[in-house]
T-cell receptor, first 116, second 117 residues
Framework: AQKVTQAQTEISVVEKEDVTLDCVYETRDTTYYLFWYKQPPSGELVFLIRRNSFDEQNEISGRYSWNFQKSTSSFNFTITASQVVDSAVYFCALRPLYNQGGKLIFGQGTELSVKP | DTGVSQDPRHKITKRGQNVTFRCDPISEHNRLYWYRQTLGQGPEFLTYFQNEAQLEKSRLLSDRFSAERPKGSFSTLEIQRTEQGDSAMYLC???????????????FGPGTRLTVL
């Protein structure tokens, strides 16, 4: 079975705090892709990052960083020095490589609220 | 470069009515996907097209749902005899040719929010 779990339903932080959003996935495939998307109040999903299963290097992009650990099937997302504009729902998603359709399997999402 | 567009953005209908949504993907994208998102949940896959061919349908897509992409460009999603349980955000996404440099990345539209009274 393919499944993505985001156990944190809601997180609230004060501006400038660091925050980590957890993502745990299940798949029997040995090759797959993981994604993070951001959904602001406007509703449109915004792509943040793609990571393939054979590349476990962590990645940093500005205030965003991602920690991929295949051993624990986790792909966590950290925002450093959070800002009010980071307030949104964040989704982690899985795509097995050999899934011909390319459909994404999403987690339930984590709603992040950054207060000034 | 324009992104994925969807029309209408909001639709309110009475139970039993038929509704149709439209999605215009990014012009050079061969693949087009439909997802449904209910309140507090992540998007769930409904169906996808490779050019004009509908290649996969989820079990979520009951007989009342039909999707088309007649010329491999825009797509429509029709729901017949709507039910209150159909109330959701319907998202469309497109992606480039599988083997291109940006393969696997799906670009999402703003969605159509359906409310069935």
């Amino acid at each position: 079975a393919q499944k993505v779990t985001q156990a944190q339903t809601e997180i609230s932080v004060v501006e400038k705090e660091d925050v980590t959003l957890d993502c745990v996935y299940e798949t029997r495939d040995t090759t797959y892709y993981l994604f993070w998307y951001k959904q602001p109040p406007s509703g449109e999903l915004v792509f943040l990052i793609r990571r393939n299963s054979f590349d476990e290097q962590n990645e940093i992009s500005g205030r965003y960083s991602w920690n991929f650990q295949k051993s624990t099937s986790s792909f966590n997302f950290t925002i450093t020095a959070s800002q009010v504009v980071d307030s949104a729902v964040y989704f982690c998603a899985l795509r097995p490589l050999y899934n011909q359709g390319g459909k994404l399997i999403f987690g339930q999402g984590t709603e992040l609220s950054v207060k000034p | 470069d324009t992104g994925v567009s969807q029309d209408p953005r909001h639709k309110i209908t009475k139970r039993g009515q038929n509704v149709t949504f439209r999605c215009d993907p990014i012009s050079e994208h061969n693949r087009l996907y439909w997802y449904r998102q209910t309140l507090g949940q992540g998007p769930e896959f409904l169906t996808y097209f490779q050019n004009e061919a509908q290649l996969e349908k989820s079990r979520l897509l009951s007989d009342r749902f039909s999707a088309e992409r007649p010329k491999g460009s825009f797509s429509t999603l029709e729901i017949q005899r709507t039910e209150q349980g159909d109330s959701a955000m319907y998202l469309c996404a497109s992606s480039p040719e599988e083997w291109g440099p940006n393969y696997n990345e799906q670009f999402f539209g703003p969605g159509t929010r359906l409310t069935v009274l």
